[in-house]
């Protein structure tokens, strides 16, 4: 796979024709779309890859640091410039962004990835700032009569298997401060995030570790330290140079004939734009997947209705900005014979997924075999739709990691894997709360794990529950909240459960795959672009259990949380013993003698200080059980957990780089 | 937007050089009318293959029924890609060269229609379509998968018609054939080959 990097979104119809060749030469005619706004073709030969490069440098496109350790792609709200509720088009600033840290020294030595976003209002979702390393939300404020510009900046927030919100790092950073400001932030992160265990090096680790006043003291002092660098400032002079320019005159729709199907595609995936006469419109892309004859085809298309001004969009789709309103139905009819015509963009039929188990080695279930299940039935059931669901958003990922955004969905899914009677089985965990307005302005959680097979069902049933039980204009996200995640796990208690094989063998099949389901293919991460060994990969799966106890904690759930953190300390030390047994059982009393027999008496296990502390935790919750524990009991279990799976990780990093020195 | 550079000067208009690099050609047959394979059908097939071919390595099978218009179920090897594809709106196979092929441009377009042939005489075998599918060999898409080293152009035409003419008349017996071609220059380099009469896939193995 080859990540394209594309600045705010930013396309022109040079590289929409460059990208569609590029997918029929070395790919397979399939260009993607991604949650950030790149571009992925996959099932590339190496030897094609400097060819590749170098068409794409020729029209200004590089794929430089889309992947690795440094500043990923600057994304954007793609209505930037053209949105109603903006504070002022962020395009510039965001450019500007990404061409400074673009091969910056002090960008090249992070311990993981740096995600960066911009949005031009705080109330809508399009930035989704509050889930980003580096968030920036355009702001003005007026001082002795003079508008000035800044940035309300946020730092720390990201998804993967724990998710953090963004913490409020200064209210305005004016636009001269920008550059400068996320230099220090970046030199702060790079001097002290995490290195050697990746599993704890991205920017929020740090950010809580330190706290966000001690961050922020730390970054000002950096910023004084800073050699002053003339590009900090040198494109505020140019920020009309990304002024858009329409094709043709603003004209209102004059009442022509329409084809059958406008009006809906119109109340969907037109937006009118703050320019009188002129309006956006989206283009739905099913999964994200547009192939390279119909990008073509669009490219010429677009350049009979606007100029080179067309956005790729984090809910990957994409966008024409400045077409005449009065152009519009003879640009659907053109869409429509292209097959680009799809109603829905932005609603519940325009399901977002990560690539998952089709060419991503740690996606566990098939979340694009699930989303294009999900997209079939809703579209099925279109007209029947109640308004308020057709609004609410669908957001799937593969396994924890979050790069399909299921955590800011309003329904989200992950996928995770059940062993019933010997036979993996692939399951979804459901996560509600999530709030996609407010630039992602919360996070949903877990409520348990269903057969993939009765996802659908799921989806069925929450959405049946909003329409019959909701009050008045009450929001999806406050149905939820009011009705509770508890009542909520109950409702979908009876899908839980698993058929056996010989009953229903549809079950141990995902969707899209008509093979039984298996993850033995697991390994190598498309996104985390290099090699996330099994025992790593098990130890975050730890942490989200232990994060789940923690909300049985908040709930008052203490038995349960007990419960929970002991199964996540097990399962902590199961992928310990992994490594030397890969096919140790499910069965703590196994697991719990092999770790001792391995790690404890081996003292593989031992903390320099603390000797065999940590070990004893799971010892001792072993002996003791998990029923009837009270608060401070599952207060601590919960603690402890944490700190084992912390050793554990510790234990991992050693073990393997004393193997791998053995071996050179 | 991101200005773009200056294109750089391509490489491609010296066809004596195209004619001695004439790889990654793809081969599409189409299926006669009245056969359908279901993407279900071909993406369980395609795995099977995956296991039981021998003699190129076959990587993954990917699904894009979601996109009507396009490649349905896509077979990645590392020599090659086969494809139940629906791009120009008609089912066919498409299988898609990737590694170079050996031997002066005849032979390579020789390789890779035999090889598109077999693998179109594989599904009409294949246990789980019962016989029902049937490919149509009269019609022959050509596409030469790149634009840098063979621009879609009348040169091109002209460089690869005597090696095309020696192919078609050994494969189609002196029947008489006519080739059309895309002449837009954003699309690859093509032709569509039409022989008069009817030809099943087995006859024309035989053939080559």
């Known amino acids: 796979m ?12 040079e590289q929409m024709d460059l990208l569609a060749d590029l997918g029929e030469e070395y790919s397979d005619e399939i260009i993607h779309v991604t949650t950030r706004q790149d571009v992925q073709l996959h099932y590339l030969h190496i030897d094609d890859a400097v060819d590749l490069m170098r068409r794409l440098a020729a029209v200004g496109i590089t794929t430089r640091e889309a992947c690795g350790n440094s500043v990923r792609n600057v994304t954007a709200c793609p209505l930037s410039g053209v949105c109603h509720t903006e504070s002022f088009d962020v395009t510039p ?140 400032t040198s494109y505020l002079d140019d920020l009309h ?55 073509r085809a669009l490219s010429d298309v677009c350049g009979r209705y606007v100029k080179d001004t067309v956005r790729t969009t984090v809910e990957q789709n994409l966008v024409l900005r400045w077409v005449s309103e009065s152009d519009l139905p003879a640009l659907y009819s053109e869409l429509d014979d292209l097959g680009l015509a799809l109603p829905g963009a932005s609603t519940i039929f325009d399901v977002t997924a990560c690539p998952g188990t089709d060419t991503c080695k740690l996606g566990i279930a098939s979340s694009r075999g699930l989303a294009g299940e999900l997209r079939t039935r809703l579209a099925e059931s279109a007209h029947t739709l109640d308004e308020g669901v057709k609004g609410l958003r669908i957001k799937i990922s593969g396994c924890f990691n979050s790069c399909g955004q299921h955590h800011a969905a309003d329904i989200g899914f992950y996928g995770v894997s059940r062993k019933i009677n010997g036979i993996t089985v692939p399951h979804f965990q459901v996560v509600i709360g999530g709030k996609w307005k407010e630039n992602a302005g919360s996070f949903g959680l877990a409520v348990g794990a269903v057969p993939s097979k009765n996802i659908p069902l799921v989806v069925t049933r929450l959405t049946e529950a909003f329409v019959t039980q909701r009050q008045g204009d009450e929001s999806f996200h406050a149905f939820i909240d009011r009705t509770g995640k508890r009542a909520i796990k109950e409702m979908l208690d009876d899908l839980t459960a698993v058929p056996t094989y010989e009953e229903d063998s549809s079950y141990y099949h995902d969707w899209g795959d008509t093979r039984e389901f298996t993850i033995g293919d697991m390994g190598k991460g498309e996104c985390a672009g290099e090699v996330v060994p099994l025992a790593q990969f098990e130890l975050t799966a730890c942490e989200r259990e232990a994060f789940e106890a923690q909300i049985l904690l908040d709930e008052s759930e203490f038995e349960e949380a007990y419960s929970s953190a002991y199964w996540a300390m097990l399962h902590a030390a199961k992928a310990l013993v992994k490594m030397q047994w890969l096919d140790v059982p499910e069965d703590e009393g196994v697991i719990v003698k092999e ?54 990780y510790r234990c991992y990093d050693r073990v393997s780089t004393e193997s791998a020195q053995a071996t050179t | 937007m991101l200005r773009p550079r200056e294109h750089g000067k391509r490489p491609g208009n010296d066809v004596t050089v195209m004619m001695e690099t004439l790889q990654k050609i793809q081969v599409k047959i189409y299926l006669d009318e009245g056969s359908s394979v279901s993407t279900d059908d071909a993406f369980r097939i395609f795995n099977k293959w995956i296991t039981d071919t021998t003699d190129e390595v076959l990587i993954d099978v990917a699904d894009y029924s979601h ?123 093509n032709l569509r080959i039409h022989a008069q009469g009817a030809f099943d896939v087995t006859a024309l193995l035989g053939h080559l």
């Open chain 1, 2 to 13: 080859v990540r394209i990097k594309i600045p705010f979104g930013g396309l022109n119809t």
């Open chain 1, 93 to 232: 600033y965001a450019n500007a962004f990404a061409q400074f840290f673009l091969g910056h020294p002090d960008v090249q030595d992070f311990g993981r990835k740096f995600k960066s976003a911009f949005s031009g209002c705080k109330q809508e979702a399009c930035g989704l700032t509050n889930m980003h390393d580096l968030g920036a939300i355009a702001v003005t404020r007026t001082i002795d009569g003079v508008e000035q510009r800044g940035f309300e900046l946020y730092v720390g927030g990201g998804l993967g298997a724990v998710p953090h919100e963004a913490k409020l790092f200064d209210e305005f950073v004016t636009q001269e401060e920008l550059l400068p400001v996320s230099q220090a932030i970046a030199r702060v992160f790079a001097r002290l995030g995490e290195k050697a265990n990746r599993a704890r090096a991205r920017i929020k680790f740090l950010v809580a570790k330190l706290g966000i006043e001690e961050f922020k003291r730390l970054v000002a002092e950096e910023r004084q330290t800073m050699p002053f660098d003339p590009r900090w």
């Open chain 1, 241 to 295: 140079g990304f002024d858009e320019e329409a094709l043709k005159p603003g004209q209102a729709l004059n009442g022509s004939d329409v084809a059958e199907g406008f009006a809906a595609w119109r109340e969907t995936n037109v937006y009118p734009q703050r320019q009188p006469g002129y309006a956006v419109a989206a283009i739905t892309l099913p999964l994200g997947d547009i192939t390279s004859s119909q990008l």
């Open chain 1, 595 to 648: 770790f001792t027999e391995r790690f404890v008496e081996t003292e593989l296990f031992f903390d320099p200080f603390a000797k065999d502390k940590f070990a004893r935790y799971l010892l001792r919750m072993h002996q003791t059980g998990t029923n009837g524990h009270s608060h401070d009991a599952a207060h601590r279990a919960v603690e402890e957990t944490q700190l084992f799976i912390e050793a554990a």
């Open chain 2, 67 to 189: 996109l009507p218009a396009g490649p349905q179920t896509l077979l990645v090897g590392h020599e090659s890609n086969y494809c139940l594809d629906n791009t120009d709106h008609r089912f066919g196979l498409l299988y898609a060269r990737k590694q170079p092929l050996s031997g002066d441009p005849t032979a390579c377009l020789k390789q890779a229609v035999g090889t598109a042939l077999a693998a179109c005489k594989r599904l009409e075998e294949a246990p789980e379509l019962e016989g029902k599918v049937k490919f149509r060999g009269e019609e022959i898409l050509f596409v030469v998968n790149d634009r840098l080293q063979t621009p879609n152009s009348d040169e091109s035409a002209k460089a690869l018609q005597p090696h095309l003419d020696a192919l078609l008349g050994d494969l189609y017996q002196g029947a008489p054939v006519t080739a059309e071609r895309d002449p837009d220059p954003k699309q690859r380099f």
